[in-house]
């Protein structure tokens, strides 16, 4: 009796170990992503001054600030180059031939004229497949742009705008990079 009743526990701490280690399962669930899955943003909070790297170069000069859910780039000082005021997100891992796709809302009263780019984000500085440029808006515009990244360097890359062409406000919100 004492030896049935040892046998008939070990065959039930054996069964409660094999499901243990057995794979979980949910019903409806699948390891595949589903149609419905959001596509992850590589970007950081949009509205967060530590997502930016501000440069400010020769006479551009400029600060930013959180104002809700937007960042506000202020150019104080443009002296003829746009480029000497530039604001970009770094270090992002974007592969060569993958398509990609960047949303954002842009507010920008004073500008004569803002880009958007994707580089490379160290010495020679090349772009990567994306350059845009668009002009003013008293309103948040919504904008949408599809590039292929082209000669990328693996988690060394960079999406941001040139803002140093006017003085004045361009505030930035709902910005999302995605893999197409």
């Known amino acids: 009796m004492t030896r049935l009743v040892l046998c008939a526990l070990l065959m039930l701490m054996s ?3 094999l499901a243990d280690n057995a ?3 949910t019903s409806g669930s699948s390891a595949a992503p589903t149609k419905d899955a959001k596509p992850k943003n590589l970007l950081k909070p949009t509205n967060d ?3 930016w790297q501000l440069e400010l170069t020769e006479g551009g000069k400029g600060d930013m600030k959180a104002d809700g859910d937007a ?3 202020h150019v104080t ?3 003829g180059t746009n480029w000497h005021v530039q604001a970009y997100q770094t270090g992002l891992d974007l592969k060569n031939g993958k398509d990609y796709v ?3 809302k842009l507010k920008a009263p004073q500008a004569s004229e803002l880009l958007v780019l994707g580089l490379i984000n160290q ?3 090349h772009e990567i497949g994306l350059h845009e440029e668009f ?3 008293d309103d948040f515009k919504q904008y949408e742009f599809t590039f292929k990244a082209n000669d990328v360097v693996p988690n060394n890359n960079r999406i941001g705008f040139v803002l140093g062409a006017d003085k004045g406000t361009v505030s930035v919100k709902d910005l999302v990079l995605i893999e197409k």
């Open 71 to 73: 960042i506000v780039f």
């Open 15 to 17: 069964a409660v170990a």
């Open 49 to 51: 001054p530590d997502s």
């Open 23 to 25: 794979p979980e399962k």
């Open 135 to 137: 002009g003013p808006s």
């Open 77 to 79: 000082e443009a002296d």
């Open 102 to 104: 960047i949303k954002f």
């Open 123 to 125: 010495d020679d500085w």
